[in-house]
């Protein structure tokens, strides 16, 4: 473990040497990780943490921070939840989420009703990004949810699947769009070309405002 300080404060960094074409920095339980190659020097290292250090301290901060059990957020909205013991059931009523579980965790409540809002909404979704991908060629895949701790989608070539965070719930529904457009540009190229960034500019004009938009959001 490192430890980057700077006008008084400091973040916490663990740096993994892999055979990478570029270095990846995220921010995971209130520590930055670091995936880079084994040639990739310190110095380079803490001259990228010094010249992102506020938005990487904010993350930190962010993925540390934890909600209340009585509040919940969704698409962007703050909730009161209000949990009592019974056969898993949502109700939303106004500014308030109804919720009914056997089980007492609040977090996994929480990521129960992540999954089915997220359903719900890919459901209203659908049927717009169907019509834009079939345009290009694309056909319509299975998806799946999940709650992932480091991405919020992927694509997987080999079965034609998408895979998304139910973290995405927390957001405004247009990230979702985002992902959804994203993961699909995966299956006409599956890297991060300009040839990608060609498809994604063909069904969503205006990706770039929501991926720089994710970039700064930290997922806890």
Known sequence: MNTYIKD???ILYMIVRKHNKNAYFRVKEGILHVT??????????????????????????????????DIILLWGKTYTLILTKGRFHVEMSEDVIYVKAMNQDIEHIKKRIYALFLLEKIGEIKPEIDDKIKQLGISPCPIKIKYLKSKFGSYHKKNHE??????????????????MY?????????????????????????????QKGLKKIAIH
Not at 162 to 179: A, E, G
């Open 8 to 10: 008084g404060k400091y």
């Open 36 to 69: 880079c190659h084994p040639k990739t020097s310190l110095k380079a290292i803490e001259s990228f943490i010094d010249l992102k250090f506020d938005t990487f301290y904010q993350k930190i901060n962010e993925s540390t921070a934890r909600e209340a059990d």
């Open 162 to 179: 998408i895979t998304l965070n139910s973290f995405l719930t927390r957001l405004d529904p247009i990230y979702l769009t985002y992902v």
């Open 182 to 210: 994203h993961e699909y540009a995966h299956a006409k190229v599956f890297n991060h070309s300009k040839d990608f960034y060609h498809v994604l500019d063909l069904l969503m004009p205006n990706h770039r405002i929501y």
